[in-house]
């Protein structure tokens, strides 16, 4: 239980690295309610996640796509915690590497009560792709709820089209969001929607 009533001033509370996560038995008991950011390499995940709490430190963004192979914890104000899941579908990956990252997430999504929704990242330039198709079955799998996150619409050339597109896959998915938000992290468009949608999640879960 919170005494707060949850705003968007939660966004600007303390926020802090709690685990690095690479293998099952390191997961975290965590008590607090979680929502997770899940995206393919280069999606613009850690920006946004910066973005959203106003930190230039939270995550630090990839020079080398698919570099990070595990999911980070950040807890904040002791209020929620905040899950950086490692993007896939870089090309480089071996595969070895992404049966392991599969895995990974697996163990993760299935059976974590904490998680009361996963943001699906998806960059405006390039709409959903095979690798998130991939994902996708995996949430609906695991029964996790999801909501679209359009990124970089900053450098959109059709961004309404991309967006019916992906509303279009998120009506074929029971368990997405049926809206869409739509972000960028240079120009911090979007970011209220985007904390909103945090704070709708979070709802009767705390
Ligand atoms: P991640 O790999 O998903 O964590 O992505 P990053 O946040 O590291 O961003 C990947 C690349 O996209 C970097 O070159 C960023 O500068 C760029 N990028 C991220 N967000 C935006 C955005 O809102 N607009 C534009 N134009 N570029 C962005």
Redesign the pocket.
């Known amino acids: 239980m919170t005494a707060e009533p949850l705003t968007r001033a939660l966004f600007a509370k303390p926020v802090r690295f709690v685990a690095g996560v690479a293998t099952m038995e390191q997961f975290p008991e965590l008590t607090l309610p979680e929502v997770a950011f899940i ?1 393919r ?8 996640l910066n973005a959203l709490v106003n930190n230039g430190k939270l ?1 630090r ?2 020079g080398t ?1 698919g570099a990070t192979r595990q999911l980070n914890f950040f807890n904040l104000n002791d209020v929620l915690h905040l899950v950086d899941v490692p ?1 896939y579908g870089y090309a480089k990956a071996g595969k070895k590497d992404v049966r392991k990252w599969q895995g990974l997430l697996f163990d993760y999504l299935r059976g974590r009560r904490q998680l009361a929704r996963a943001f699906v990242l998806v960059d405006s330039r390039h709409g959903v792709k095979e690798a998130d198709n991939d994902m996708l079955e995996l949430l609906d799998d695991s029964a996790v709820s999801y909501q679209f996150v359009l ?2 619409i ?2 959109a050339e059709q961004l309404e089209e991309v967006q019916q597109k992906v509303m279009a896959v998120a009506a074929k998915h029971p368990a997405a969001h049926p809206s869409i938000i739509t ?5 911090k468009l979007g970011i209220d929607g985007l904390q909103d949608a945090v704070i709708e999640a979070l709802v009767g879960r705390l």
Do not use: C, Y
């Open positions: 995206g390499s280069n999606v613009g995940k850690s920006s946004l995550a963004t990839s796509p993007g990124t970089k900053d450098k972000t960028s992290a240079n120009e």
